[in-house]
């Protein structure tokens, strides 16, 4: 079988792989290390829907004498899937305000899809505990309109999606800036982490896990901003961004030994790492990178 990635052949050496399914997910592992993603498929010249796998992962490798695939980088694939997921929700929210059937019907083919790329974007979001269900609804499936009740929990669901969509939209417009912002926001949360034992201790576990919940959440967007930040060869920035990796690294030991301390309930070493290794290490965040010449700015007033 010949391999071509952007129609340039690929010196690569099938192993034990059978079907044609496993050839690909081979390779998409290996263009994702290079954070590439596929982003269409052809056999023999014959275009194949990417994400209709039934087409196409049973295929024997040797029925196949040319695979060929399109990689994007994938900050680029990511930003493009998230803005369409932003036009879809406009578009299905618009739907049942103006209760059109026609194009209820033609949305709901691809909610599966949809619902799918979010949960591998936002698992937090999707997993939300809900009786009736993310997106779902017996009328929706069947491209019904829904009762008035059902109306509003969706709309209320699809506000949620638009505004989680757009905010990390806003991380590959604007990755430098958005990255000074959250850290400004990362380094505000050392003081709030000093007394979540305090909180625990005393019974107000809903502020305590609050602090934690945002800490890590905030974390997680430095990490996800620090690679695209480093994808953009062409972005001219003064960060330093092998230092702020550094920063990240250091904490990962400590954010593990956070979770297992909340896993048996710990509270003493609860306390103990958020206040001796982890908060402290937040408030000298500015001054470990002030001849980086970064400004970190402070939370928005949003």
């Not at 496993?22 to 994702?32: C, E, H, M, P």
């Not at 004498?65 to 930003?79: D, G, K």
């Not at 330093?240 to 593990?256: I, M, S, V």
Request: hydrophobic share 40%.
């Amino acid at each position: 079988m010949e391999i071509l990635v952007n129609q340039e052949p690929l010196n690569y050496t099938l192993e034990s792989e059978e079907s044609l399914g496993q050839v690909i997910d081979g390779l998409a592992s290996w263009l994702k290390n290079g954070r590439y993603a596929i982003t269409s498929i052809e056999v023999d010249d014959q275009s194949l829907p990417i994400h209709d796998r039934t087409r196409w992962e049973g295929l024997e490798v040797g029925s196949v004498a040319t695979l060929s695939v399109a990689a994007f980088p994938l900050s680029h694939v990511e930003q493009t899937t998230l803005a369409a997921i932003a036009d879809y929700c406009v578009l299905l929210e618009r739907a049942i305000d103006e209760k059109n059937t026609n194009a209820m019907k033609e949305l709901v083919e691809e909610l599966p899809y949809v619902r799918n790329r979010l949960d591998e974007f936002f698992p937090a979001l999707t997993s939300a505990e809900s009786p009736e269900g993310f997106l779902d609804d017996s009328a929706l499936r069947r491209g019904e309109i829904p009762h008035s009740d059902a109306r509003a929990r969706l709309k209320t669901q699809l506000s949620g999606i638009t505004t989680v969509v757009e905010s990390r939209l806003r991380e590959f417009q604007n990755p430098a800036r958005e990255l000074a912002l959250t850290l400004g926001r990362l380094v505000a949360c050392s003081e709030p982490l000093v007394e979540v034992p305090i909180q625990l201790q005393t019974g107000n576990e809903s502020s305590a896990m609050g602090t934690i919940v945002r800490f890590t959440e905030l974390l997680s967007r430095v990490i996800r901003l620090l690679t695209l930040v480093n994808d953009d060869e062409e972005l001219d920035s003064d960060l330093d961004t092998d230092r702020l990796g550094a920063f990240a690294l250091e904490l990962t030991p400590f954010l593990q030994q956070l979770q297992e301390a909340f896993e048996v309930q710990d509270g003493v070493l609860i306390g103990d790492l958020l206040e001796y290794e982890i908060a402290p290490r937040l408030a000298q965040l500015p001054s470990q990178i002030a001849d980086s010449h970064l400004t970190i700015e402070g939370p928005s007033k949003e």
